[in-house]
Structures are given as C-alpha cells and as structure tokens.
C-alpha cells in the first residue's frame, strides 16, 4: 500500500525516460531525469500528498472490487467448466466491444478534454459535454446489442470458441446475447466516471467498480436457487445486468457532489467532441490490433489438445482465471497510480511547468516498482497454492489448478512493466498526445 512517508531520494543519477513536450498528431521527445536531481519545479509537499491520498483511495476501491471479483471467480468456478467456460467466454466480446468504443478513451482523451472545463465558471459546459457524450454512447449501445442479437451464433462458434462443444457453443450465444445489453449502462458508465476522475472526485468510481461482481454473484446465487431445470443457468447473465446498473447507482453521490445532475441533449457540434475524436483514432486503432489478439488467443486455447475429456474448455478456463489474478495488483497499483497522477499531469502540462510534471512521473514509477516487484515474484513462487486456495472447489479439479498455475506463473512476468506502461501512457495523455 503507499504510504505518505515515501519520500524522493535526494541522491543518484539513475537516468528514466521520460515525456518532455509533444502535441497531437506529433511524437514527444525523451529526456533522462536523474532519479535524484532537486528542481526548483520539485513536486510540492501538499501535492504529493494529494496524489498519494487519491491513488490510495484508487486503490482501496481496487482492492475491494477485486476481492469481489475473486470471489465471483470463485462462485463461477464451481459451477464446472461446462458452465464456467461458456459464460466467461459470452463476457468477452461486451467487454471488447466496450473497451473499444468508449472504456479505453477514459484516460486517453475524455479525462485530459473534461480536464480543460476545470475551472468553476465552465462546470455548465463540461455537464453539458458530459451528457451529450453519455446519450450518444447510449443511442450506439442500444443499436450494438440489438445487432449483436443476430450475429451472435456466426461469430461465437466460428470466430470466438471454435473448439467448444456444441452445448457449449449454445451456451455461450445465449449468454453473450443477454450479455451485450449490459453495455447500456457501462458505457454512460465509463464517461461518467472519466468526469468524476477529472474532477478528482476518486471516491465514488473506486467505490462502484465493485457492483459489477457483486452483481454476478447475485445473479449465480438466484440461479442456483431456482435450479437449471427453471432456467436458473441464465443467472450469470442476468447477474452481469444487475452489477452494470449497481455501477450506475454507485456514482449518483459523486455526481451530486459535483453538480453533474441528468442532462437530456445530444449537441453533436461541439468542438470538444470533435477533439475527443481526434485524441481518440489511434487509441481506437490500438485496440482493434489488441482485439485482434484477444480473439486469436482464445481461439488457440480452446482448440489447444491436453489431458481431459474437453480441454479447449480447460483451456481457456486456465487462462481467464490466471488473467483475472494478474489483474488484482495491477489494477490495484498500475491502474490506481496511473488515474491518480493523470488530473495533476495535466494540469502541469496545460501550466507547461515541466519539471514538477517531470516529478509528478517520478513519483509513480517509484510507488509503482516498490509494490509491483514483490507482487510479481508472489504469483511467480506461490501461484499453485493460490490457485488451489481459491478456485479448487465443486467441479474444479487439481488439472484445473495446475493449468491455472502455470498461466499465472508465465504472466506473472509483466507486472512491473505494466506499472510503468501504464504512467508513461498518462505521461502522454496529459499532454493530449495519443500517438
């Protein structure tokens, strides 16, 4: 956890690439910052002190959601891989579509444009702002899901899980298809949450991101009660609805804190949403290749042979819940550190005070290898006992666990590069260069 007594060191030359200037549509230069150098422009006291106290509060809200998530993982689990599987499998094309479309622009370009209506006397623009974008995400999901309804069955058995059974095809249409109006409400949901972050009110999205597990669980234990002769496997699905508008409900408070009350307009002629665009077309273009991935890896596991009667489901089983581990301390420190120092990042690169955004970055990359290093060699040396620990009841079985394991343990690499990845990408949104 970061505590506020970390302090900079005030000796060493260890030189770290950082972001010195850049604007859109042009590459920013490089300079090396000595770890150790003092600057007349040295991050001040009082503002560390914010960004240690915001990404701590990222982080709690973090570690509460991923604590729930491990154990909708683990409630999701024990229902075997026959439903396991498919229902992690149905998650996938919503969440891919989501991230394309709207959830990875949230640092990339809404935060940094929401962040130019910061002052008092704007806050009527940026609610207007907020809601035209809120009502046009909507307007696309809807028609999204209501297309998604009817290519589903082509796209899950020939494109996503080839390898699945044909039961298991079945499944996993009919929950992607209850699956993908979930997006109604994350989608609003993640512009909402990009206003609240540029207004540094940290809080209430920390606190929400919970919901969507809790959601799940919900649905799973209701649909174990009714039992799946009662159509009770549907549960997952409904469950995934519930949490994305347990999301929703989660930010209100914060939004009243910030006088960002329902806004019925739709003002396509902005300036600012065409900036948004522009900041946005790379970043879009990064995730069509990382999608382009995604899709290729699952459809390689589930068509990889190993031990077992059905592997391609063991598979992919394995590495949905060997991600979903890696993911807890990267969301809880990459993902928290990097949201915090994003809002102050910008606004030292609006100021053009590049030194104390220098030190801004430098306090970061330090929070973040202190935490990540130990967490990486954690899942390295005890990723069976973990696993075993908290997924190896009902119908998962020790294959199971070792699969998992071994995933983990290979993943496990990445996580101190992550942290940094993470704040040089804000290094670069804070100066709206998403090249």
């Not at 914060?254 to 329902?262: I, S």
Request: charged share 10%; hydrophobic share 50%; glycine share 8%.
């Amino acid at each position: 956890m970061a505590k506020d007594s970390i302090e900079e060191s005030k000796t060493g030359m260890e030189a770290v690439p950082v972001v010195n200037a850049g604007t859109a549509g042009t590459t920013p230069e490089l300079s090396a910052i000595p770890l150790g150098e003092s600057a007349a422009g040295e991050t001040l006291p009082g503002e560390r002190q914010h960004i240690v106290k915001s990404a701590t509060l990222v982080m709690l809200g973090n570690l509460g959601s991923s604590v729930m998530g491990m154990v909708r993982q683990q409630v999701v689990a024990s229902f075997g891989q026959g439903i396991a599987s498919p229902f992690l499998s149905a998650i996938t094309p919503a969440q891919t579509f989501n991230d394309f479309l709207i959830n990875g622009s949230i640092n990339g370009a809404l935060v940094p444009t929401f962040n130019d209506y910061a002052e008092p006397e704007k806050r009527e623009q940026l609610r207007r702002l907020v809601f035209t974008i809120v009502n046009l995400v909507f307007l696309i999901m809807l028609v999204s899901a209501i297309v998604f309804l009817f290519i589903a069955p082509w796209f899950i058995n020939n494109i996503q899980v080839p390898g699945y059974t044909p039961q298991e095809k079945l499944l996993t249409t009919q929950f992607a298809r209850i699956i993908f109006f979930s997006l109604l409400a994350l989608g609003p949901f993640a512009v909402l949450q990009a206003a609240l972050f540029a207004r540094k009110e940290f809080g209430w999205p920390a606190v929400a991101t919970a919901a969507y597990h809790i959601g799940i669980i919900i649905g799973a234990i209701v649909g174990a009660l009714v039992g799946n002769h009662y159509l009770g496997q549907y549960g997952l699905a409904f469950g995934v609805l519930l949490g994305a508008a347990g999301e929703i409900a989660l930010l209100l408070p914060g939004l009243r804190n910030q006088r960002l009350r329902y806004m019925f307009v739709l003002d396509l002629k902005q300036p600012a949403l065409r900036r948004i665009l522009n900041l946005y077309k790379w970043i879009a273009l990064s995730f069509l290749v990382s999608a382009f991935f995604i899709i290729l890896d699952q459809s390689l596991a589930t068509r990889t042979p190993g031990a077992g009667s059905d592997p391609g489901a063991a598979n992919y089983l394995a590495m949905r819940l060997s991600t979903t581990l890696i993911q807890f301390p990267a969301g809880l420190v990459a993902t928290a550190l990097s949201v915090a120092v994003l809002p102050t990042l910008t606004e030292h690169a609006r100021a053009i005070d590049n030194e104390r955004f220098k030190k801004t970055l430098l306090l970061g990359f330090r929070l973040g290898l202190l935490l990540m290093i130990p967490a990486a060699a954690g899942l390295m040396v005890l990723g069976l006992p973990i696993v075993s620990l908290l997924y190896q009841h009902g119908r998962f079985t020790a294959h199971n666990a070792q699969l998992t394991s071994l995933a983990l343990a290979l993943y496990a690499f990445q996580l101190p590069f992550v942290a940094i990845d993470q704040l040089l990408l804000s290094a670069f949104y804070a100066r709206k260069n998403t090249i």
